[in-house]
């Protein structure tokens, strides 16, 4: 075990974070957006909303079973995403007849992100990085009062 894996396992961790907030800023930015895509037969479809999955970096089920067994000492690596997935829940629609996309009955398909989760879901990734950041500066901590004994 190295003494930089902590670090590495916080990079990994701040990345992924970063990216999942940059994902629900795009959700929030075309939470309005009616015309996102076409269908093959050439229809608009509004923005479909995303989600950002996270899988652990060289870790899995086994290597942890074999770790407790003793028959491995594999530290953790960290985290890394292991897709951006679009959500398949239905549009919203909305009862608006002036509106350009409005079908025969006059209800617009809206796009299938609420704000309110969305903003949770970045208060939630908010917190996230900040812990990391925590553990960082924790790790870094020890580091310096190591350096300091050997002094």
């Given amino acids: 075990m190295g003494i930089f894996n902590s670090f590495n396992a916080s990079a990994s961790a701040l ?3 970063r990216l999942r907030m940059d ?3 795009s959700n929030l930015a075309n939470a309005e ?3 996102a895509s076409q269908t093959e037969d050439g229809q608009w479809q509004p923005y479909r909303r995303k989600m950002v999955e996270f899988q652990p ?3 899995t089920f086994q290597s942890h079973l074999q770790m ?3 028959a491995s000492s594999t530290p953790a690596e960290g985290v890394e995403v292991s897709e951006i997935q679009k959500d398949d829940s239905p549009f919203k629609m909305v009862f608006n007849p002036n509106h350009p996309d409005a079908n025969e009955n006059g209800y617009v398909a809206m ?4 704000p309110l989760k969305e903003m949770v879901d970045l ?3 908010t917190r996230s990085y900040e812990a990391n950041v925590t553990a960082m500066n924790a790790s870094k901590s020890m580091l310096m009062k190591a350096l300091e004994i050997g002094r």
Avoid at 111 to 114: A, I, M, R, T
């Fill in 23 to 25: 994902v629900i800023s």
């Fill in 33 to 35: 957006t009616t015309r």
């Fill in 68 to 70: 407790a067994m003793g």
């Fill in 15 to 17: 990345t992924a974070q």
């Fill in 57 to 59: 970096k060289g870790e």
């Fill in 111 to 114: 796009p299938n992100v609420d």
């Fill in 123 to 125: 208060m939630s990734t």
